[in-house]
């Protein structure tokens, strides 16, 4: 509201309003969550657009400015007391609350906002906004393969609104494909997230579920380029490959993944500066040696994707005998102690298993943060902050021959032996020298007997 | 006298021109082509009309739909000034005659939204123009309703005024609809997901009860009280059917959307991948928007209707081609003596 307020007069010799004092937070998290939503209502936006209508667009400003100064005044004092607040319409970042509210829990205090705007400045000096990215070259000096993070021509190409310029060259990729859910921050709080199941991606925690590097370690392009390419099925998130057509298909996919990139970058500086003020009492700063060495060590972490990469082995071509052999044995694999798939999985693969449990991003601010997560009294504390209401992660049910990450066994063998992380389902031990676990032979049976059980062998 | 003359013509060529109108864009919005040509009133530096064709047709998708969206809109206006025209020369009806200037006016105002929306890049302006397309469309299938046969030789048939209320009340639930659902097709990137929620909900809502609403009128037509106004009965199974096509392409385009929250229910969909803007996808959703249209310019048609078959309403016909003694008793006991 009173940006609207604040913009107009700052953009309108004489309006009436002008300096008229930002309403500022009551501090209560229940009731400026309140008035952002009374923000957000279209009688508000209604204004907004009189607004640009009137005095940025028609030459009508030294006419008929003083009328129009009264009655927009008007207007906004009246809906002033009516939203009884202010909230934010404009397009910023948004400070991660709730991971410095649930670290802040702890400590039983409830202030977490300034903490997460401070340590939400610091990224913005290096990162620039969300109209305007930038990249922290300076503080990457001398980082072995720092020029190879984050192209920025495909950040500048993927920022910032929809539209195409004189050049014809469309812009705002993210706002176009991926910000209904994903949000603008990339913090999986779009407009439809709470309406999604699973939610959409958070991805300032830099956790990818569908990679093909090793358990701990980022994706690299190509994994966020299939993702988008062949979507996610039985989700939300859609494949990108019919627009195939368009001449700048390959070129808008490669933009997107260096946005999603460059998000996921952001958003992690910006939680471990949050974790460090909180946990360490450093005092953060653009310039601080501290802070700029998280930076330095995310984006190296990023710069060596490609190099952790594991290698699948070619699927053993075999008999219809030998297949019905090794998915017995799978099938042995399946129920033991080693792998203990039937125990989230359930016995018969229908993802009825005994275990369930919540996500990473959820655990986040619940578990870790000493919230019970099916304790709706103690989970809605952190709501004003973001929170989503927790639901469970469910495993797969193999009936259904929808696997997520990719069907074929080359996929599942994969999936067996990274794990999905930021899930429940961890990583297959494989034997190595003298650790114990699974041969490659024997991952495959167990790839064989899970693709059995949708009816694929 | 010559077809060219009639503003009944150009009230229907207006009519059937903006449907198509609001298909593409419905087609914009679904593509998020509506800034994919920067400038207004001209294409990339061009005049409208003289922007080159090969660029146009064989260009990228978003600027073939956004400027064939502009030309479409062009002829539109066309027709709205050759109602006009036709109106005062020739159309008796004063009324009439100012509805073809608030049509053509209306149709300007949807320009004018339009280009605000591409040079303000006005996210709100954008559901503004959204909302605007489908009232003008309405508009205009009321200027050609009224201009025809049976808007004059409708009789008093229908002596309750409990669906004349049903009928406005269907008209004003559909444009209600219509704004809710543009709502959700303009949402803002910064808006939070509860106020995207409630929105959802609140268009769910609105759903059922204009559901409700439709199954009553489709009831109450069949009634013996109605009997001898059959004519309602036609818009009336139109908007049955729209009804039974709306539901079904809501549903479909919210999977086309954003797939179905309850995996374990929809099982069925587990190997469903969503495409993002593909062509099945981009036409329910569109579909669903151009239906809501045709759902409003019916209950139009529908109010028309009962309007016309109320006594009071049919005591001044224009230019009736109907007798005296045709007139229904009811028409003829409100006459002054």
């Known amino acids: ?457 | 006298m010559r077809w060219w003359a009639q503003p009944k013509f150009w009230a229907w060529a207006a009519a059937v021109m903006i449907f198509p109108l609001i298909w593409v864009g419905g087609l914009v919005t679904t593509h998020d082509a509506g800034m994919a040509v920067p400038d207004w009133p001209g294409t990339y530096g061009y005049n409208l009309f003289l922007y080159p064709v090969s660029t146009w047709l064989y260009g990228p998708f978003d600027l073939f739909i956004e400027h064939g969206h502009r030309l479409l809109g062009s002829v539109v206006g066309l027709l709205a000034i050759a109602l006009c025209y036709t109106s005062w020369r020739f159309e008796p009806r004063r009324w009439y005659r100012w509805g073809a200037v608030g049509l053509l006016c209306a149709v300007i105002a949807q320009g004018l939204l339009g280009g605000f929306r591409v040079v303000l890049d006005g996210r709100t302006i954008a559901m503004l123009h959204g909302c605007g397309g489908p009232i003008v469309f309405a508009f205009a299938v009321f200027m050609a309703l009224s201009a025809s046969k049976d808007w004059r030789g409708a009789l008093a048939t229908i002596e309750s005024r409990g669906m004349s209320r049903l009928s406005i009340a269907l008209v004003c639930g559909t444009i209600l609809q219509l704004y809710l659902g543009a709502q959700l097709r303009h949402t803002l990137p910064s808006t939070s997901p509860v106020g995207f929620l409630s929105m959802v909900h609140l268009h769910l809502t609105v759903a059922l009860l204009l559901t409700l609403l439709i199954l009553i009128i489709a009831f109450i037509v069949r009634t013996r009280a109605y009997g001898a106004a059959r004519e309602i009965r036609t818009p009336a199974n139109v908007l049955l059917l729209l009804l039974f096509v709306q539901l079904n392409l809501g549903l479909a385009t919210w999977v086309a959307n954003y797939a179905l929250p309850w995996s374990e229910l929809t099982a069925w969909l587990s190997q469903y991948v969503i495409s993002a803007k593909g062509y099945w996808e981009s036409f329910l959703v569109t579909g669903h928007q151009a239906t809501g249209s045709l759902m409003i310019a019916a209950s139009v048609w529908l109010a028309c209707r009962v309007w016309r078959r109320q006594g009071k309403l049919v005591s001044q016909p224009v230019s009736s081609r109907i007798s005296a003694s045709a007139v229904s008793p009811l028409t003829q006991a409100e006459r002054p003596a």
């Open chain 1, 1 to 457: 509201m009173c940006d609207y307020v604040n913009s107009a007069a700052s953009a309108v010799p004489g309006w009436v309003g002008a300096g008229l004092p930002a309403v500022e937070e009551c501090g209560n998290p229940n009731i400026d969550f309140a008035r952002s939503l009374f923000a957000e209502t279209t009688l508000v936006r209604l204004m907004a657009c009189f607004d640009d209508v009137f005095f940025r667009w028609l030459p009508l400003n030294p006419l008929l400015g003083p009328i129009w100064s009264f009655r927009c005044t008007a207007w906004a004092l009246a809906l002033s007391l009516a939203c009884a607040g202010c909230g934010s319409n404009s397009f910023e970042y948004e400070p991660n609350d709730l991971l410095a509210a649930s670290l802040l829990r702890e400590e039983g205090t409830q202030k977490p906002k300034p903490i997460a705007e401070s340590a939400s400045q610091v990224v913005e000096s290096w990162f620039g906004s969300l109209g305007d990215p930038r990249w922290p070259t300076d503080k990457l000096q001398g980082m072995v393969g720092a020029e190879n993070v984050v192209s920025m021509e495909g950040v500048q190409r993927s920022a910032g609104a929809v539209g195409r310029g004189n050049d014809k060259v469309e812009r705002g990729l993210y706002r176009k494909h991926c910000v209904s859910c994903h949000g603008l921050s990339g913090d999986g709080r779009g407009a439809a997230a709470m309406l999604l199941s699973p939610y959409p991606r958070d991805f300032r925690r830099g956790t990818f579920k569908f990679k093909s590097t090793l358990h701990g370690s980022k994706p690299t392009r190509s994994d966020l380029v299939r993702t988008l390419h062949e979507g996610i099925p039985g989700t939300s998130m859609p494949s990108f490959a019919a627009l195939e057509q368009s001449e700048e298909f390959q070129e808008d996919i490669e933009a997107l993944v260096e946005y999603i990139r460059f998000l996921s970058i952001r958003g992690e500086v910006e939680r471990k500066l949050i974790a460090k003020q909180i946990r360490e009492g450093v005092e953060l700063s653009p310039e601080s040696a501290e802070c700029v060495a998280v930076l330095q060590q995310i984006a190296g972490q990023w710069a060596s994707a490609e190099s952790k990469v594991l290698a699948i082995p070619t699927p053993p071509e075999w008999s219809a005998e030998e297949m019905q052999a090794s998915i017995e044995r799978g099938s042995q694999w399946y129920r033991s102690e080693i792998t203990a798939c039937a125990k989230c999985h359930g016995d018969e693969g229908r993802g009825d298993g005994a275990s369930q449990d919540f996500d990473d991003w959820t655990k986040d601010w619940t578990i870790l943060a000493g919230i019970d997560p099916k304790n709706p009294v103690e989970w809605k504390e952190m709501k004003p902050w973001g929170a989503l209401k927790p639901v469970i992660d469910r495993p797969r049910n193999f009936a259904w021959s929808s696997f997520r990450g990719g069907g074929n066994r080359q996929d599942i063998f994969r999936r067996l032996v990274l794990g999905i992380e930021g899930t429940p389902m961890p990583p297959i031990a494989r034997a190595e020298g003298n650790n114990p676990g699974l041969t490659d032979d024997q991952i495959w049976d167990l790839v064989h007997f899970v693709l059995s059980l949708g009816g694929n062998p």
